[in-house]
């Protein structure tokens, strides 16, 4: 019986521990519409309706992986709010955050979405959907600051805020603790499990704390490529002693990749990198090694003097084999291209082997709003009754300040404005105002105030004061007079009562305290007393003028000195990261898939385009052929020509750099192989060809007309600016002409072929070396000195534009003749104004002239000889977005001429010029002009 009892108590003391572990877990199911319990992994999931969150709706996500949760995703308003989740932590512990995104298809009109994604007052990253039917996940590891954190999203940028999941896993003891964590976060960047027996990711219930271990299967998340020849998988069942500091599952240890001829050698994406990581590698020897050999290597690449030199012999390190060594780098600079190979040593009589990766980036923890201005905020929110504004979430300044307050810029932001007239505010002024210095404005007005002012003064930058129609009662404190900055002061309808100070009514500050019953004015009699008391206020004052001044003067040289040190990080930051890979644009790491390109054996490629056997053209750096994926997908394979050009590694980085950049008028780059010599990129097949083609080809193929021909310049030039500015550094096409602008199936244009050699130099110069480009496109001003700009392409550019036009080609003797090309043919005519005379035969008679001459001009500016002249990109793109109005009829010929837009207000078009120098129409600000009739 005893022991039966014992028996139930250990039974239900384990069950309470086991139980324990996962109530502690925080699962929120973000748009779910009730709470249940996953059947695959056991975990309780909470829906996030009313309770959790009060803002967004629910949507039903139309594709998901089969998980509950991904069934439907919480839609934020598109406003200038940040909506954040706040979860319960326990201060100074360790967690796991995990923020999930998957957004289902894509529905007609929805842009794909883009917003930032906050930890606090920290940005965590920016969220970017470039596939709506994949998951993006975001893991942060932090020691909580505090008895809260809030993840906030917000600031989007295209399409509207959200979120599927948000996860919150606490970890044990010490695990992932870092020298740095009091001040930074570390985002994790890749965790992977070598030699994994499928593609799935394993996590809870093998990991008791519900880590993501991806598969190094997964191809689609690409970003990771072993490239070591006799690379072997192996695996045991045996168990493994994991009981180090980071507690890996079992699970993940009893695999592993083995280099059985030497070496093991891999390269991975980290996204947002370059930066400071914290870096794991997990060992344990899971092969059972004889008593003659031995397993010893070291780590050639990075090259780390510390960490390069050891060797590494795992059951020696680990103190028996089937035991986990996790040797860890605190602090490392990366490249976001990570290539790492682990080679034996000469006397050791097997490769290397390896179980596991983890890598994650520092993110400086940024502070929040001071914590004494925040307890007022929340004592004037309890003031009042659930209305909505006291719901406002997470930090009062940012990422997004509250309606109702306003922030200085400082760090940590302070509040210089609470605006709360009306709002229907119940009791006292709360005392702790007074630690609020850096308040300018107080608006407090309309209220049901009671109580006294309290003691403010230490609010000596107050400027405005809105206390009027309350209930307010007692004196006013005499230092008000004193306030340097005061400007206004509204207390009338109160019942404030004894004298008025004296400074208030210089004149100098607007006062209104009407209908106050007790309050009056000094008597005239006591005004020599008055006066010494204000002599003596007025030295107060000023005494307390140089205190705050001076203090105010220490405050800012300390926040300077720590400017400057942060200012220094940042310089040795940069030295340490090679400017070829300084790419910005930001995205987090993969899980599903990013839409990162990937690697692709060459035998599949073989596979898909039967062995290369339907070519489809030629690009500037090689033959194009037809392929199709297993999956169905249509691709353009290109095999690149002329293979001494480009080392290996700088293609690799160079894929690498592009897989990044995704523009929807962007041909996009979806994998990529260097095998044998031979290297390989595919591309999305693009059904409608060249736009080439389509204005150059056979006669009944032209039925291209206006409208679709804006709609193409339109999609082109979008391409082209987002290479030009949203790329940084920026890049430079280098080689613009109709023949590397495709169509897709729905005769949209998406621009090709961009970026393959080197992107723009990040110094001014951009001076190369590669001459690129083809004859007819090629800017003069780079003949002359071989500098090339993205004016370089604004100049080819406007050659297409002119081809659109026009229905010529870039160059032709039987058109032009042997001296001229299509620029000094449409130039001599414009110049006449004769644009009529340069319109492609096929559109004449369906065209309206004045969008003709609206991109006859920017055209011209375009092929400026000199690239000063040139316009840029967005410039260009307002002039065809105007055509497409004028001809669509939406815009009055009217505006065309006002001035209006931006590109005719900062300069004086090519048309009116014209008509200046020809001095036929003085009068040319109303009316609509058309050239062509005169
Ligand atoms: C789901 O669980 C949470 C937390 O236990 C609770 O607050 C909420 O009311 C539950 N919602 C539903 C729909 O049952
Ligand atoms: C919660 O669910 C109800 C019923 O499904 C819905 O009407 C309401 O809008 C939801 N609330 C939020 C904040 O999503
Ligand atoms: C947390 O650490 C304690 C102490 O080492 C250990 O007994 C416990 O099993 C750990 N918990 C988990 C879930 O690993
Ligand atoms: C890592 O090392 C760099 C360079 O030595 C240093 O600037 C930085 O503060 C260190 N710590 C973190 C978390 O980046
Ligand atoms: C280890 O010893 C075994 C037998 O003792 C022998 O057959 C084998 O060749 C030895 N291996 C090496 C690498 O020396
Ligand atoms: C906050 O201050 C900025 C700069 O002074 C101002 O432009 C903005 O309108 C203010 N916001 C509010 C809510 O008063």
Same mark, same amino acid.
């Given at each position: 019986?005893?022991?039966?009892?014992?028996?139930?108590?250990?039974?239900?003391?384990?069950?309470?521990?086991?139980?324990?572990?996962?109530?502690?877990?925080?699962?929120?199911?973000?748009?779910?519409?009730?709470?249940?319990?996953?059947?695959?992994?056991?975990?309780?999931?909470?829906?996030?309706?009313?309770?959790?969150?009060?803002?967004?709706?629910?949507?039903?996500?139309?594709?998901?992986?089969?998980?509950?949760?991904?069934?439907?995703?919480?839609?934020?308003?598109?406003?200038?709010?940040?909506?954040?989740?706040?979860?319960?932590?326990?201060?100074?512990?360790?967690?796991?955050?995990?923020?999930?995104?998957?957004?289902?298809?894509?529905?007609?009109?929805?842009?794909?979405?883009?917003?930032?994604?906050?930890?606090?007052?920290?940005?965590?990253?920016?969220?970017?959907?470039?596939?709506?039917?994949?998951?993006?996940?975001?893991?942060?590891?932090?020691?909580?600051?505090?008895?809260?954190?809030?993840?906030?999203?917000?600031?989007?940028?295209?399409?509207?805020?959200?979120?599927?999941?948000?996860?919150?896993?606490?970890?044990?003891?010490?695990?992932?603790?870092?020298?740095?964590?009091?001040?930074?976060?570390?985002?994790?960047?890749?965790?992977?499990?070598?030699?994994?027996?499928?593609?799935?990711?394993?996590?809870?219930?093998?990991?008791?704390?519900?880590?993501?271990?991806?598969?190094?299967?997964?191809?689609?998340?690409?970003?990771?490529?072993?490239?070591?020849?006799?690379?072997?998988?192996?695996?045991?069942?045996?168990?493994?002693?994991?009981?180090?500091?980071?507690?890996?599952?079992?699970?993940?240890?009893?695999?592993?990749?083995?280099?059985?001829?030497?070496?093991?050698?891999?390269?991975?994406?980290?996204?947002?990198?370059?930066?400071?990581?914290?870096?794991?590698?997990?060992?344990?020897?899971?092969?059972?090694?004889?008593?003659?050999?031995?397993?010893?290597?070291?780590?050639?690449?990075?090259?780390?003097?510390?960490?390069?030199?050891?060797?590494?012999?795992?059951?020696?390190?680990?103190?028996?084999?089937?035991?986990?060594?996790?040797?860890?780098?605190?602090?490392?600079?990366?490249?976001?291209?990570?290539?790492?190979?682990?080679?034996?040593?000469?006397?050791?009589?097997?490769?290397?082997?390896?179980?596991?990766?983890?890598?994650?980036?520092?993110?400086?923890?940024?502070?929040?709003?001071?914590?004494?201005?925040?307890?007022?905020?929340?004592?004037?929110?309890?003031?009042?009754?659930?209305?909505?504004?006291?719901?406002?979430?997470?930090?009062?300044?940012?990422?997004?300040?509250?309606?109702?307050?306003?922030?200085?810029?400082?760090?940590?932001?302070?509040?210089?404005?609470?605006? @709360?007239?009306?709002?229907? &505010?119940? =009791?006292?002024? #709360?005392?702790?105002?007074?630690?609020?210095?850096? +308040?300018? !404005? $107080?608006?407090?007005?309309?209220?049901?105030?009671?109580?006294?002012?309290?003691?403010?003064?230490?609010?000596?930058?107050?400027?405005?004061?809105? @206390?009027?129609?309350?209930? &307010?009662? =007692?004196?006013? #404190?005499?230092?008000?007079?004193?306030?340097?900055? +005061?400007? !206004? $002061?509204?207390?009338?309808?109160?019942?404030?009562?004894?004298?008025?100070?004296?400074?208030?009514?210089?004149?100098?500050?607007?006062?209104?305290?009407?209908?106050?019953?007790? &309050?009056?004015?000094?008597?005239?009699?006591?005004?020599?007393?008055?006066?010494? +008391?204000?002599?003596?206020?007025?030295?107060?004052?000023?005494?307390?003028?140089?205190?705050?001044?001076?203090?105010?003067?220490?405050?800012?040289?300390?926040?300077?000195?720590?400017?400057?040190?942060?200012?220094?990080?940042?310089?040795?930051?940069?030295?340490?990261?090679?400017?070829?890979?300084?790419?910005?644009?930001?995205?987090?790491?993969?899980?599903?898939?990013?839409?990162?390109?990937?690697?692709?054996?060459?035998?599949?490629?073989?596979?898909?385009?039967?062995?290369?056997?339907?070519?489809?053209?030629?690009?500037?750096?090689?033959?194009?052929?037809?392929?199709?994926?297993?999956?169905?997908?249509?691709?353009?394979?290109?095999?690149?020509?002329?293979?001494?050009?480009?080392?290996?590694?700088?293609?690799?980085?160079?894929?690498?750099?592009?897989?990044?950049?995704?523009?929807?008028?962007?041909?996009?780059?979806?994998?990529?192989?260097?095998?044998?010599?031979?290297?390989?990129?595919?591309?999305?097949?693009?059904?409608?060809?060249?736009?080439?083609?389509?204005?150059?080809?056979?006669?009944?193929?032209?039925?291209?007309?206006?409208?679709?021909?804006?709609?193409?310049?339109?999609?082109?030039?979008?391409?082209?600016?987002?290479?030009?500015?949203?790329?940084?550094?920026?890049?430079?096409?280098?080689?613009?002409?109709?023949?590397?602008?495709?169509?897709?199936?729905?005769?949209?244009?998406?621009?090709?072929?961009?970026?393959?050699?080197?992107?723009?130099?990040?110094?001014?110069?951009?001076?190369?070396?590669?001459?690129?480009?083809?004859?007819?496109?090629?800017?003069?001003?780079?003949?002359?000195?071989?500098?090339?700009?993205?004016?370089?392409?604004?100049?080819?550019?406007?050659?297409?534009?002119?081809?659109?036009?026009?229905?010529?080609?870039?160059?032709?003797?039987?058109?032009?003749?042997?001296?001229?090309?299509?620029?000094?043919?449409?130039?001599?005519?414009?110049?006449?104004?004769?644009?009529?005379?340069?319109?492609?035969?096929?559109?004449?008679?369906?065209?309206?002239?004045?969008?003709?001459?609206?991109?006859?001009?920017?055209?011209?500016?375009?092929?400026?000889?000199?690239?000063?002249?040139?316009?840029?990109?967005?410039?260009?793109?307002?002039?065809?977005?105007?055509?497409?109005?004028?001809?669509?009829?939406?815009?009055?010929?009217?505006?065309?001429?006002?001035?209006?837009?931006?590109?005719?207000?900062?300069?004086?078009?090519?048309?009116?010029?014209?008509?200046?120098?020809?001095?036929?129409?003085?009068?040319?600000?109303?009316?609509?002009?058309?050239?062509?009739?005169?």
């Amino acid at each position: 019986m005893a022991s039966y009892s014992h028996f139930l108590l250990l039974y239900l003391f384990l069950m309470s521990s086991v139980i324990c572990q996962v109530t502690e877990f925080i699962s929120i199911d973000c748009g779910g519409t009730s709470n249940y319990t996953d059947p695959i992994t056991g975990l309780a999931w909470i829906s996030d309706n009313g309770t959790i969150m009060n803002y967004g709706k629910s949507a039903e996500v139309e594709i998901t992986n089969g998980n509950m949760q991904y069934r439907r995703r919480r839609d934020f308003p598109i406003d200038s709010k940040k909506y954040c989740y706040t979860l319960g932590t326990k201060e100074r512990r360790r967690y796991l955050v995990r923020a999930t995104f998957q957004y289902g298809i894509l529905g007609n009109g929805d842009a794909y979405p883009q917003f930032d994604l906050y930890l606090d007052a920290t940005k965590w990253s920016t969220v970017v959907v470039l596939d709506a039917s994949r998951g993006y996940v975001k893991e942060m590891i932090i020691r909580a600051p505090s008895s809260s954190i809030d993840v906030c999203m917000c600031c989007a940028s295209t399409g509207s805020p959200f979120i599927s999941t948000l996860e919150l896993r606490p970890l044990n003891l010490s695990m992932y603790a870092t020298d740095f964590e009091d001040n930074f976060f570390l985002e994790v960047a890749a965790r992977v499990n070598f030699g994994a027996l499928s593609k799935d990711v394993i996590r809870y219930p093998d990991d008791p704390y519900d880590r993501i271990w991806d598969s190094d299967l997964e191809k689609r998340q690409n970003y990771l490529v072993g490239v070591a020849p006799g690379t072997v998988r192996i695996n045991t069942s045996k168990y493994i002693n994991t009981r180090t500091r980071e507690y890996p599952p079992v699970k993940v240890m009893q695999t592993a990749v083995v280099g059985t001829q030497g070496a093991l050698s891999y390269r991975l994406n980290l996204d947002d990198f370059p930066a400071n990581a914290r870096a794991y590698a997990y060992f344990a020897e899971i092969e059972d090694l004889g008593a003659n050999e031995t397993r010893k290597f070291k780590l050639q690449q990075p090259y780390f003097p510390d960490y390069s030199n050891a060797v590494v012999n795992i059951a020696e390190n680990a103190n028996g084999s089937h035991t986990l060594y996790e040797p860890s780098y605190m602090n490392v600079t990366l490249d976001f291209v990570l290539s790492f190979s682990f080679v034996k040593t000469r006397d050791s009589t097997r490769g290397p082997l390896l179980n596991a990766i983890e890598i994650s980036k520092y993110i400086r923890i940024e502070p929040r709003t001071d914590s004494q201005d925040v307890t007022v905020l929340n004592a004037l929110r309890s003031l009042s009754a659930e209305s909505a504004w006291t719901k406002e979430q997470g930090d009062p300044c940012v990422p997004a300040q509250w309606d109702w307050v306003n922030c200085t810029s400082t760090t940590p932001p302070r509040i210089t404005k609470i605006a @709360l007239s009306g709002k229907n &505010l119940k =009791g006292e002024i #709360p005392p702790e105002i007074n630690n609020m210095e850096t +308040l300018t !404005e $107080l608006w407090l007005d309309g209220n049901l105030l009671t109580g006294p002012i309290p003691g403010i003064s230490n609010l000596v930058n107050l400027k405005i004061v809105h @206390l009027e129609n309350n209930k &307010l009662s =007692g004196q006013l #404190p005499k230092y008000l007079g004193s306030f340097p900055n +005061l400007q !206004e $002061l509204y207390i009338q309808n109160n019942y404030f009562s004894g004298e008025i100070p004296s400074g208030l009514l210089t004149g100098k500050i607007t006062i209104n305290y009407e209908h106050n019953p007790g &309050l009056h004015k000094a008597a005239g009699k006591k005004i020599h007393s008055k006066l010494i +008391l204000g002599i003596s206020i007025g030295i107060l004052a000023a005494l307390l003028v140089v205190l705050i001044g001076s203090l105010l003067f220490l405050r800012n040289l300390q926040r300077k000195t720590s400017h400057q040190k942060t200012a220094v990080q940042g310089s040795s930051l940069r030295v340490n990261a090679k400017p070829s890979t300084a790419y910005s644009v930001s995205r987090g790491w993969h899980m599903m898939d990013e839409g990162v390109s990937y690697y692709i054996p060459l035998s599949e490629i073989e596979e898909a385009t039967k062995k290369f056997s339907k070519k489809i053209g030629r690009g500037s750096f090689g033959t194009v052929y037809y392929g199709q994926m297993k999956d169905g997908k249509e691709v353009a394979v290109k095999i690149m020509g002329d293979s001494t050009t480009h080392m290996t590694q700088q293609f690799v980085t160079e894929v690498a750099l592009l897989s990044r950049i995704h523009h929807r008028n962007l041909v996009p780059l979806i994998g990529y192989c260097e095998e044998e010599n031979q290297r390989i990129l595919v591309y999305e097949y693009m059904h409608n060809g060249t736009l080439r083609d389509h204005i150059h080809g056979s006669v009944n193929q032209k039925r291209l007309d206006w409208l679709a021909r804006l709609q193409i310049a339109e999609d082109s030039a979008k391409g082209l600016e987002y290479l030009h500015t949203g790329c940084n550094p920026s890049i430079i096409h280098r080689d613009v002409k109709t023949s590397n602008i495709l169509l897709d199936i729905n005769m949209r244009a998406k621009v090709s072929d961009f970026g393959l050699s080197r992107q723009a130099e990040e110094d001014l110069t951009h001076v190369s070396s590669v001459a690129r480009g083809t004859v007819g496109y090629l800017d003069p001003e780079y003949y002359a000195n071989q500098q090339l700009t993205e004016k370089s392409d604004v100049y080819s550019f406007g050659v297409v534009l002119l081809e659109l036009l026009s229905g010529k080609k870039p160059v032709s003797t039987e058109d032009f003749g042997a001296e001229m090309n299509i620029v000094h043919w449409a130039r001599a005519l414009i110049r006449k104004g004769d644009a009529m005379s340069i319109v492609d035969p096929v559109l004449i008679g369906n065209v309206k002239i004045e969008s003709i001459w609206r991109i006859a001009e920017v055209a011209i500016q375009c092929v400026e000889q000199r690239a000063v002249s040139r316009p840029g990109m967005q410039e260009i793109i307002l002039a065809i977005q105007e055509a497409n109005k004028i001809e669509k009829g939406t815009y009055g010929c009217q505006k065309l001429h006002s001035g209006s837009s931006k590109a005719q207000s900062s300069r004086k078009t090519l048309l009116t010029s014209f008509l200046e120098i020809e001095n036929q129409s003085p009068d040319s600000s109303n009316g609509c002009l058309v050239p062509a009739a005169r």
